[in-house]
């Protein structure tokens, strides 16, 4: 079985293996789920299509994203019912020493709206933080990622308090678990996107804090939002 076969057989909500060839218009939903994406700011000046993948047995192409205004658009809000699976690939560059905080993916605004945010903090590390527009709650997993180095990122909460159902997996391996204070009748405020965040309107693409210019650099690779908490057997099966 391929590696996108693996994630369709769970049954993804979204898809995005970002292996369209040059300057793509639209950036195609693989889930079967017509959730297509566009790059930002335009096709010509947005993300660079057609890197090496970073799964070495998949000849499907990855993006480039350059960390100054590059960003993916998404045309889905994600209902956390049942909570939300993230996995991505990325690759960051390691020895030019981006400016972090960096978005791997966001539908709200910290502090106003309700949803997900996932990003590379300033210690090279993963914060994965869910609102519900009133209440924060972030889990921060150890991971020193700005190692020019691909790596797979897996962020899970099954939409409940209960005790540690809030996970970060890198690299298909537990690197923190804990115990979310909020429950899940929520909606993502905003259409996600991938590389960047939101300001207080789904008109200026910075990071999620409202801080300008944040947006991620680095490579991204199939990333994959499921409804819901996959396991770590499955997680770890796709690494």
């Not at 560059?93 to 903090?121: K, M, V, Y």
């Not at 209440?135 to 897996?154: G, K, P, Q, Y």
């Not at 965040?197 to 490579?219: I, W």
Request: glycine share 12%; with cysteine.
């Amino acid at each position: 079985m391929s590696y996108s076969g693996d994630v369709l057989l769970l049954t993804p909500e979204a898809y995005w293996r970002l292996g369209e060839g040059a300057a793509p218009a639209s950036i195609v939903d693989s889930s079967g789920n017509a959730r297509h994406a566009t790059p930002d700011p335009s096709p010509a000046a947005g993300p660079t299509f057609g890197v090496p993948a970073l799964i070495s047995s998949d000849p499907n192409t990855a993006a480039s994203l350059d960390g100054l205004n590059d960003f993916i658009r998404c045309g889905y809000r994600h209902n956390y019912t049942a909570g939300i699976t993230y996995i991505g690939w990325i690759k960051t560059p390691g020895s030019t020493l981006p400016l972090f905080p960096q978005n791997l993916f966001a539908d709200f605004r910290i502090g106003a709206h309700a949803g997900c945010e996932i990003r590379i903090n300033g210690a090279q590390d993963i914060e994965f933080s869910l609102s519900n527009g009133v209440s924060i709650f972030t889990l921060t997993a150890l991971a020193s990622l700005n190692d020019n180095l691909r790596h797979m990122v897996a962020c899970v909460w099954d939409g409940t308090t209960a005790v540690n159902a809030v996970k970060v997996y890198i690299d298909g391996s537990l690197a923190n678990q804990g115990t979310s204070t909020l429950t899940a009748a929520m909606l993502g405020h905003f259409n996600a996107r991938l590389g960047t965040g939101f300001d207080g309107d789904d008109t200026q693409p910075e990071d999620g804090g409202g801080n300008v210019n944040l947006f991620y650099q680095g490579v991204m690779d199939e990333i994959a939002i499921f409804a819901g908490a996959l396991s770590a057997a499955n997680i770890s099966t796709l690494f």
